[in-house]
């Protein structure tokens, strides 16, 4: 998971690189095709020739998922510093806690629930409501988080009968065929320079999310939500190297408190798990 936000960092900044020169649809495009031709040709060295689909609705909804989340964050990086967007975006591990309980039936007790309530608190401030002009584009992020969270919580269910190159293979497809569907005239040949770079941008998603796919197979929701955090470092070192990008002091509160709920998340269940079992009646 740690590896996967790192990989995830560098795809996001090459995606707000992007952003200023190329529609949302043609830069989800660039990255999901290269993802695609990057698996078929890893599909071919190992000479496996075909992909193993189980259950074909869960493979649509993860994909579905994934696109509706892949355009509000490209979305939102037209308006908002890299890190600002990554920082609310990051909300996803709350809302997967409490999904986690509702479809998956993990164990989340009184202690984990207040714990969630104080990283919704922490969102707050992030979007901070008392700036005037509040701008729209602050719900982006957000969309990105309860999009994220449904999307891990159904992956953690595809792993234990689909294959992790299959669910990032099908992800990928379905992205591609959406930003098919709603590309305009203002889609335009990438020169030499940016041509590498949607292969570069392709290369990471799939290391990332092949990654972060078997660490769902192999660790519950509630213990890897934590680890994500990490890619909010990377994102506000690459803002302030690259873009010049200082996150204004309200997102390093709601950060505080949005990444301390998440790892008090991981902390009570740890405790749960090694005084009481399954049996948690309070965590």
Request: proline share 4%; aromatic share 14%; with cysteine.
């Amino acid at each position: 998971m740690l590896l996967s936000g790192l990989f995830l960092t560098t795809n996001d900044g090459i995606s707000k690189w992007f952003v200023p020169h190329y529609p949302t649809a043609q830069i989800l495009f660039g990255a999901s095709i290269n993802v695609v031709l990057i698996i078929v040709l890893y599909q071919v060295f190992i000479r496996r020739k075909r992909f193993a689909i189980r259950d074909y609705r869960l493979h649509c909804l993860r994909g579905a998922l994934f696109t509706i989340a892949s355009f509000a964050f490209v979305a939102a990086l037209k308006y908002l510093p890299l890190a600002t967007v990554v920082c609310i975006a990051f909300a996803g591990p709350l809302f997967m806690t409490l999904m986690g309980k509702l479809f998956l039936g993990e164990t989340v007790g009184r202690y984990r629930l207040a714990s969630v309530c104080v990283g919704f608190v922490g969102v707050v401030f992030m979007v901070n409501p008392t700036v005037s002009p509040l701008h729209w584009s602050v719900l982006l992020p957000l969309v990105v988080a309860v999009c994220d969270a449904a999307r891990d919580v159904t992956t953690r269910k595809m792993t234990v009968s689909e294959d992790s190159v299959t669910i990032v293979m099908t992800t990928s497809l379905v992205v591609c065929a959406v930003s098919l569907l709603t590309a305009g005239d203002h889609w335009s040949w990438p020169d030499t320079q940016h041509l590498l770079l949607f292969v570069g941008a392709g290369f990471f998603m799939v290391v990332a999310y092949f990654l972060m796919v078997e660490a769902y197979r192999h660790a519950p929701t509630v213990v890897l939500a934590p680890f994500r955090y990490v890619q909010i470092i990377w994102s506000i070192l690459a803002g302030i190297v690259v873009w010049n990008e200082y996150p204004q002091w309200w997102i390093y509160i709601g950060l505080c408190l949005t990444a301390g709920s998440g790892i008090f998340i991981a902390y009570r269940e740890y405790v749960t798990r090694n005084t009481h079992g399954n049996a948690d009646t309070g965590a």
